[in-house]
């Protein structure tokens, strides 16, 4: 869902056919280094990622500082989760603040139920998210 509605919001937007790159193993700073290597060799003028998590994103940031890129200068860095690490990375990581107690409270009444004997159908639930803008997307300042 959620690389699509990166793919939907870029598309809306006219900005560029969207660039996804999927990752072969768990979602991981490992990972996210692996991956910014391949963004860079395919498409070596891109000047920002989205990441489907601040684990990842975390990588992306490790490996362009390696390379001597200047985030958010030459390439600006988005993660998903708003994790611990996220505002105290350097760059602080911009990152999409998913609402952890709704979520919490929905799996947490379904969970109940279920043990209580009710059949919960399968569901589906849109939620709002916050964009936490920090340093990895905006100058310093």
Excluded: M
Aim: hydrophobic share 40%; charged share 25%; proline share 9%.
């Amino acid at each position: 869902s959620r690389s699509d509605g990166y793919e939907d919001e870029v598309r809306r937007r006219g900005l560029h056919p969207p660039i996804a790159f999927t990752a072969p193993d768990a979602a991981s700073t490992p990972v996210g280094i692996w991956l910014i290597d391949e963004v860079l060799a395919a498409h070596p003028d891109i000047d920002g990622v989205v990441c489907s998590n601040d684990t990842l994103a975390l990588g992306v940031l490790f490996e362009a500082k390696r390379r001597g890129l200047r985030i958010p200068g030459d390439l600006a860095v988005i993660g998903f989760g708003d994790l611990s690490f996220a505002k105290v990375a350097l760059p602080p990581l911009t990152t999409v603040r998913p609402p952890q107690r709704e979520i919490g409270r929905l799996a947490a009444t379904q969970i109940l139920a279920r043990l209580g004997g009710a059949t919960i159908p399968a569901s589906h639930f849109t939620l709002d998210c916050e964009l936490v803008v920090r340093d990895s997307t905006r100058p310093a300042g």
